[in-house]
């Protein structure tokens, strides 16, 4: 019973830091995603590539959340995009107070899309909110058809999914269409997009969907 109220207490105080930040991304009508995935299934690839996509005609800004190293934001911040590295020094997730703070280093007045890149990890991630708008998760064909079976949480509360690597579905054991059954068995709400990040396939149609909820976020 303490352990359940420890928890309880700490996800209230978690929600309430996320609904600040919930409130201060509305006043600067920004849109944000919070992109959560295992290890290795491509979301430092995707964010690169939505920037390339998107580059001159949305402004970006990106929060890296790795258990080490600031490889990643490396990566993005040679596309020219402000990035705040976070470090959770074995945290295997990033919590609200972490993006608060993360977000004191970027000028709010010149983002229109936030990406929150999340610590690789399909559990934690999915009780905590960052404020962000939306969970997108994202999946790889190398990982098989069923982490939706697997994952059902980050799943239900995601509202979109990415499966990455669709060039090599001839090569691993995973059937799109199951993949895509046992998602929408979990969440039939959620939108899918399915992309290569090497061979670019699948993007534009990810990239256009994001500038439509960016156009609403405007619009309310």
Same mark, same amino acid.
């Given at each position: 019973?303490?352990?359940? *109220?420890?928890?309880?207490?700490?996800?209230?105080?978690?929600?309430?830091?996320?609904?600040? #930040?919930?409130?201060?991304? *509305?006043?600067?009508? #920004?849109?944000?995603?919070?992109?959560?995935?295992?290890?290795?299934?491509?979301?430092?690839?995707?964010?690169?590539?939505?920037?390339?996509?998107?580059?001159?005609?949305?402004?970006?800004?990106? @929060?890296?959340?790795?258990?080490?190293?600031?490889?990643?934001?490396?990566?993005?911040?040679? !596309?020219?995009?402000?990035?705040?590295? @976070?470090?959770?020094?074995?945290?295997?997730?990033?919590?609200?107070?972490?993006?608060?703070?993360?977000?004191?280093? !970027?000028?709010?007045?010149?983002?229109?899309?936030? @990406?929150?890149?999340?610590?690789?990890? $399909?559990? %934690?991630?999915?009780?905590?909110?960052? &404020?962000?708008?939306?969970?997108?998760?994202?999946?790889?064909?190398?990982?098989?058809?069923?982490?939706? !079976?697997?994952?059902?949480?980050?799943?239900?509360?995601?509202?979109?999914?990415?499966?990455?690597?669709?060039?090599?579905?001839?090569?691993?054991? %995973?059937?799109?269409?199951?993949?895509?059954?046992?998602?929408?068995?979990?969440?039939?709400?959620?939108? #899918?997009?399915?992309?290569?990040?090497?061979? &670019?396939?699948?993007?534009?149609?990810? %990239?256009?969907?994001?500038?439509?909820? $960016?156009?609403?976020?405007? #619009?309310?």
């Amino acid at each position: 019973m303490s352990l359940l *109220t420890v928890e309880r207490k700490v996800l209230e105080k978690n929600d309430a830091i996320a609904s600040q #930040i919930r409130n201060r991304l *509305t006043e600067h009508h #920004i849109f944000s995603i919070n992109l959560v995935s295992s290890p290795g299934s491509g979301k430092t690839s995707l964010v690169e590539k939505t920037i390339e996509k998107l580059s001159g005609e949305v402004q970006l800004a990106v @929060i890296e959340g790795d258990v080490q190293t600031d490889l990643d934001a490396r990566r993005i911040e040679a !596309l020219n995009v402000p990035v705040v590295q @976070i470090v959770t020094n074995g945290g295997c997730h990033l919590e609200a107070n972490l993006v608060r703070d993360a977000m004191e280093q !970027l000028d709010l007045s010149s983002i229109q899309l936030l @990406i929150i890149e999340n610590v690789g990890n $399909l559990v %934690c991630p999915s009780s905590y909110d960052l &404020g962000e708008d939306m969970k997108v998760v994202l999946c790889s064909t190398t990982e098989g058809d069923d982490k939706p !079976l697997k994952y059902p949480a980050m799943f239900r509360r995601a509202t979109a999914l990415v499966i990455n690597k669709i060039d090599l579905v001839p090569y691993v054991d %995973c059937n799109l269409a199951e993949l895509r059954q046992n998602a929408m068995s979990i969440n039939p709400n959620l939108q #899918i997009f399915e992309v290569s990040c090497r061979t &670019g396939d699948g993007l534009k149609t990810w %990239c256009s969907w994001l500038e439509h909820q $960016l156009a609403r976020e405007v #619009i309310s």
